[in-house]
């Protein structure tokens, strides 16, 4: 059964010139993994609250995802380890009832 989720990600600014290149990226892990992609808010380039990474801009996306929830543990694994994302987070969205 799959629930919905808030995808939160704030890629790296150096990535400004090709993000469309690391949105795709970050939208095939999602549907690799058997997610489908409801909408895909873009807030663009932000001040960060405080430096990551000596970074003090991201590039902001939130992706509202249907997903299985035994996945979800697999998916943040795929983007810890990409190095063009600065910050993820995953959150469970509370379904109508």
Do not use: C
């Amino acid at each position: 059964m799959q629930r919905k989720y808030e995808v939160a990600i704030v890629l790296s600014p150096d990535l400004e010139a090709v993000v469309a290149n690391s949105k795709s990226k970050v939208e095939s892990s999602i549907t690799e993994l058997g997610g489908k992609i409801v909408d895909v808010d873009e807030w663009g380039k932000r001040r960060l609250a405080y430096p990551i990474k000596k970074h003090e801009w991201g590039i902001y996306y939130f992706f509202y995802v249907k997903f299985d929830p035994k996945d979800v543990k697999e998916l943040e694994t795929k983007f810890r380890y990409n190095q063009e994302i600065l910050r993820f987070l995953v959150t469970k969205q509370e379904e109508n009832k």
